[in-house]
């Protein structure tokens, strides 16, 4: 495999490894090397630039933790494909969004459970305080047969009283919210965050321990100013990017 004819400049300011990081970068940018594509290895790097094993292995491992390449055991360092994006600016379910994208969904529940709800879960919902249940269900989200993310779902019971967990298999929940209770959803209230995976977590996302991802807390809100629901949702951050619109 060729690399493009660049040097890396020893008196530059910019450290030998961050050189060597931009001119991979660049030639993913420029398409010579594509997603799936075997990087070289870090042997002919050092042949190449005149490097140590030590400073091209930074170079690597620098464009691995950014997502951008990834490694498999035995086989080499591969170009990732490029991250699922979602802008900030629309509020969808899960599953519309990645439809409109062109990518195959699927949801396994985890556990669906009517429970005595927290008093955390009451103050996020702003639940009064003859309502104690809340409606708890636990999803697996897979795309393009990969598990994605892992979201955890609370409704307050008296405005979802008889959803079911066979009603729930296979659809939207904001479909169900529209047709099934008339709810007119007007706005969510977002955060993002990044966390370290668990053993349980991992396992479920079929990644390693303790590996980065992104937590989204969020609260939806109807054209009534109700709660109808709150969610955390944790995302493998290897294959997915949020993108915000920010307008004068």
């Not at 509020?91 to 985890?110: D, P, S, W």
């Not at 979201?151 to 066979?166: A, G, H, K, S």
Request: hydrophobic share 35%.
């Amino acid at each position: 495999m060729k690399l493009i004819p660049k040097q890396l400049v020893k008196q530059s300011p910019l450290p030998l490894y961050y050189q060597l990081k931009e001119i991979i970068q660049e030639m993913i940018e420029n398409e010579k090397l594509n997603p799936g594509d075997l990087v070289p290895p870090e042997r002919e790097l050092c042949e190449k630039y005149g490097i140590s094993r030590m400073t091209a292995r930074k170079a690597i491992m620098a464009l691995v933790n950014e997502g951008v390449l990834y490694r498999e055991q035995g086989r080499g360092t591969f170009v990732s494909k490029p991250k699922i994006k979602q802008q900030l600016l629309f509020l969808k379910g899960f599953t519309e969004e990645m439809r409109e994208k062109g990518l195959k969904t699927q949801t396994r529940i985890i556990s669906f459970q009517i429970k005595e709800a927290t008093k955390k879960i009451k103050l996020h919902l702003n639940m009064n305080e003859k309502n104690n249940k809340v409606i708890e269900i636990r999803r697996l989200r897979i795309v393009e047969d990969e598990p994605f993310a892992i979201e955890i779902v609370w409704l307050p019971t008296d405005m979802c009283f008889d959803l079911q967990e066979d009603k729930l298999k296979g659809k939207s929940l904001y479909k169900i919210f529209k047709e099934k209770y008339g709810y007119v959803l007007d706005y969510a209230n977002q955060t993002i965050e990044p966390i370290t995976l668990n053993e349980y977590e991992s396992d479920l996302l079929n990644m390693k321990a303790k590996s980065l991802a992104l937590l989204f807390r969020r609260k939806t809100y109807l054209d009534d100013g109700r709660i109808i629901e709150y969610t955390k949702a944790i995302y493998r951050s290897d294959k997915y990017k949020y993108e915000v619109l920010l307008k004068v």
